[in-house]
């Protein structure tokens, strides 16, 4: 099992260009999740979904949207980068209140 | 809402010391969840605590939580350079459309070999 897998491991975008993180999972879980990590801010939950078709907002959605289309999916959108959204984004996923698993996480620079 | 704080926010030891780091939260918690993170990597779990007072050992590591299960606390006896990362510790809340984790700031351990 590969866990929970996130493509780009990188990248690079110009202030206003748009992108799609996506995070993948093959351990079946109802439960997935979007974070970022800025120094010394922990992580703060983006977006989350309980399952196929619903997503719901974290601590800090704005300027992101998500879409959960498949149960072992969950991609990240942003519309238009701007450099506040420099950050590392992890994706989760878990069984609703048991342990949550991380990918290896994107890290994203905006210029 | 809810917040979860961890004390101390830094820590250097010297190879050998001890190190506590402190998890507490604004409501009362059903269980705690504690992960680690190396530098450079993810977030890992190690251990989950449900009732109130227990504490649980893994190899050097003890994890404690308290009475009214609104505190935790990690404990590393003798550090080795392996222990060291980022230590999070998580409270599980929920709303209208589900359950999520709220991360305190995690405490960062360094250790002087």
């Known amino acids: 099992n590969a866990g929970v897998t996130q493509t780009p491991k990188f990248r690079v975008l110009k202030t206003g260009q748009s992108m799609t993180l996506l995070c993948a999972q093959d351990?079946?879980?109802?439960?997935m999740y979007w974070y970022r990590q800025d120094p010394g801010m922990g992580l703060r939950l983006i977006h989350y979904?309980?399952?196929?078709?619903?997503?719901a907002k974290g601590e800090v959605p704005d300027g992101y949207n998500v879409s959960r289309l498949k149960k072992q999916n969950f991609l990240l959108g942003l519309e238009s980068a701007a450099p506040s959204q420099t950050s590392v984004y992890f994706c989760a996923s878990s069984l609703v209140t048991n342990e949550q698993f991380f990918g290896p996480g994107t890290r994203l620079t905006v210029l | 809402g809810q917040q979860v704080m961890q004390i101390p926010q830094y820590q250097h030891v010297q190879e050998g010391e001890d190190f506590t780091t402190y998890c507490n939260s604004s409501?009362?918690?059903?269980?705690i969840q504690w992960y680690k993170q190396r530098p450079g990597g993810h977030p890992v779990f190690l251990i989950q605590?449900?009732?109130?007072?227990e504490v649980k050992k893994q190899k050097r590591l003890t994890f404690q939580f308290g009475e009214a299960k609104k505190n935790s606390s990690l404990h590393i006896t003798a550090t080795q350079t392996t222990d060291v990362g980022t230590y999070f510790c998580?409270?599980?809340?929920?709303?209208?459309?589900?359950?999520?984790?709220?991360f305190g700031g995690g405490t960062r351990l360094m250790v002087k070999p």
């Open positions: 979904s309980v399952g196929e078709g619903t997503t």
């Open positions: 998580a409270g599980p809340r929920w709303d209208n459309a589900g359950n999520m984790l709220t």
């Open positions: 409501t009362t918690l059903s269980n």
């Open positions: 605590l449900v009732k109130s007072g």
């Open positions: 351990m079946n879980h109802e439960y």
